[in-house]
């Protein structure tokens, strides 16, 4: 299968000044594939967002490659289509909204690329119903829930059709209840079958995801599925990554039962903190 997203040997500092840059990046490689629901995982200053601007372009390596559907992000020839295929959903959720009625606010990149009026509502109508906000769509956003506004956020970018969305600390900003929301509906595009790449600081919301990349120093130091990687609980402490409270809890009982299965404990336990 081709992948999505291929980063090859990316290495990536910010210019200071003429004399210093700060690195930041240390020669990355990995692939996303279609259908996948990746979380990127490090502590703050590992490098998380630096890496997550690179999957649509917004930055572009000093050194190695991404490629997005074969496209080089360096040409900048292939922007609009990169653009076009991997959305962006960013942390804070006011700065994302531009319009004074949610339709229009959900509508937005649509009326700038030019869609026709007739598309323009079938798609804002069926970005509105994924995200369960149809019953809001002539509200004023600000004054929504900070996950209802995420979700808002997360329409507009649905509705410019792209293939994979990166949620860059999408629910950092919210209370438990919007990081619910906001998850389930990461989960709900997913099986959806769209791309879905989140980068977040919580093991709990790692758990979530069907495979975890966990980033320090601007290094890819582990690369699994949840199960895998809980397994290395003492490399994960020296990170001061916690291993959700209930899959230390499904370990134990499965050492003890092995037919008891880890999968029992369900994924709305994992969002109980
Ligand atoms: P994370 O998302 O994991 O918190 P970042 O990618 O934001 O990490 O930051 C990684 C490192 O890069 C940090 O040391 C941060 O201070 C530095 N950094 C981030 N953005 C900039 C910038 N615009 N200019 C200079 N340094 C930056």
Redesign the pocket.
């Known amino acids: 299968m081709e992948p999505i997203i291929r980063l090859e040997n990316v290495s990536f500092a ?1 210019k ?1 000044n003429e004399k210093t840059s ?1 690195s ?1 990046l240390k020669d990355v490689s990995f692939s996303i594939f279609p259908g996948e629901y990746v979380a990127i995982i ?1 502590h ?7 890496l997550s601007k690179h999957f649509n372009g917004i930055l572009t390596p000093g050194s190695g490659d991404v490629w997005v559907h074969g496209l080089n992000t360096k040409e900048t020839d292939n922007k609009r289509d990169i653009r076009k295929a991997v959305g962006m959903v960013f942390q804070h959720p006011d700065n994302q909204i531009v319009a004074t009625i949610v339709e229009e606010d959900v509508a937005f990149g649509l009326e700038n690329i030019g869609v026709p009026r007739e598309e323009m509502k079938k798609r804002v109508d069926e970005a509105l119903e994924t995200v369960k906000m149809s019953e809001f769509r002539n509200r004023p956003p600000h004054h929504l829930s900070g996950g209802q506004k995420q979700r808002i956020a997360i329409a507009g970018v649905l509705a410019m059709h792209p293939d994979t969305i990166v949620f860059d600390e999408a629910t950092s900003m919210l209370d438990s209840f919007g990081r619910k929301e906001v998850l389930q509906v990461m989960r709900k595009m997913n099986d959806m079958g769209m791309t879905i790449i989140t980068v977040t600081h919580r093991m709990s919301e790692a758990a979530e995801a069907n495979r975890i990349i966990v980033i320090e120093g601007g290094q890819i130091v582990m690369d699994g599925s949840p199960r895998e990687i809980f397994k290395h609980k003492q490399e994960l402490d020296k990170l001061q990554l916690d291993v959700p409270a209930v899959s230390q809890i499904a370990e134990i009982i499965h050492q003890q039962y092995p037919d008891f299965s880890r999968d029992l404990i369900q994924e709305d336990e994992l969002l109980t903190e």
Do not use: A, F, P
């Open positions: 910010y200071i700060v930041v490090g703050n200053g590992s490098g998380k967002s630096t």
